[in-house]
């Protein structure tokens, strides 16, 4: 078994972040109190604790163009869990600070990317790689 990440993210309503995290994302929730939800993040441990500020970004950086929001966080995913989410999100009227696009295509680095932001604004970016051994290709 590979080790897990744990994050920790600041929200400012816990029941927004239920519906947003439960039923847009499809997590499952782990423990929870009045103030805090774990969340399944594909085996992964991501928290949602109750800032009332929210959470506040950092800025952006340019890639290929766009505006990256920072920071961010996400996921690799295989293209079909890639695509199934982002259907998902447009289902759920999610707006996208980048639209799902393929980054380098026909390099060893083609890549699918997308860049949204969850109801109190935290930026997540999922990834589906063509060839999953070049993620960390040079």
Request: negative net charge; proline residues 7%.
């Amino acid at each position: 078994m590979r080790p897990a990440f744990h994050l920790a993210i600041p929200v400012n309503d816990l029941s927004v972040a239920r519906t947003f995290y439960g039923n847009v994302l499809g997590l499952s929730e782990g423990r929870k109190s009045d103030h805090w939800i774990d969340w399944d993040f594909y085996g992964h441990q991501l928290v949602t604790h109750v800032v009332p500020s929210g959470s506040t970004p950092a800025g952006t950086s340019e890639v290929d163009n766009h505006d990256v929001p920072i920071p961010h966080f996400g996921l690799l995913l295989g293209l079909d869990e890639f695509n199934e989410l982002a259907q998902r999100l447009r289902a759920a009227g999610i707006e996208f600070v980048v639209e799902p696009y393929l980054r380098f295509p026909g390099t060893s680095a083609e890549q699918w990317t997308m860049f949204f932001k969850d109801p109190v604004g935290n930026s997540l970016e999922f990834k589906s790689f063509s060839d999953e051994s070049q993620v960390f290709a040079a």
